[in-house]
Nanobody, 126 residues
Framework: QVHLVESGGGLVQAGGSLRLSCAAS????????MGWFRRPPGKEREFVAA????????DYADSVKGRVTISRDNVENTLYLQMDSLKQEDTAVYFC???????????????????WGQGTQVSVSS
């Protein structure tokens, strides 16, 4: 079992930055490939970024590429999402998620993630 808790969301003006954190506890965090997803208002959940267990492989959605950086600290058992140059269309509830494997792969598929946090709201104003 892996318990995930997101934090760092809030209200920010367009062009601003936020850093989301995802604190993990339970089963050893090191042995999980991780990801960030988001659910914009009135829309389906969508992939944002993914990272493998050691941080050697990452993937980003085209909509955030170049503005977002996913990283992890396996000592602190924390996953991060640094978001810069935020746009109004980045407004969403952001979720971190953990897969049950630890290898070189990354995944954009929500059904490949076993554990999910409760989410943190990010709102970007004009």
């Amino acid at each position: 079992q892996v318990h995930l808790v997101e934090s760092g969301g809030g209200l920010v003006q367009a062009g601003g930055s936020l850093r989301l954190s995802c604190a993990a506890s339970g089963r050893t965090f090191n042995f999980n490939n991780m990801g960030w997803f988001r659910r914009p208002p009135g829309k389906e959940r969508e992939f944002v970024a993914a990272i493998n267990w050691i941080g050697s492989n990452t993937d980003y959605a085209d909509s955030v590429k170049g503005r977002v950086t996913i990283s992890r600290d396996n000592v602190e058992n924390t996953l991060y999402l640094q978001m810069d140059s935020l746009k109004q269309e980045d407004t969403a509830v952001y979720f971190c998620a953990a897969r049950l494997i630890a290898d070189s792969t990354v995944s954009r598929r929500p059904d490949e993630y076993r554990y999910w946090g409760q989410g943190t709201q990010v709102s970007v104003s004009s």
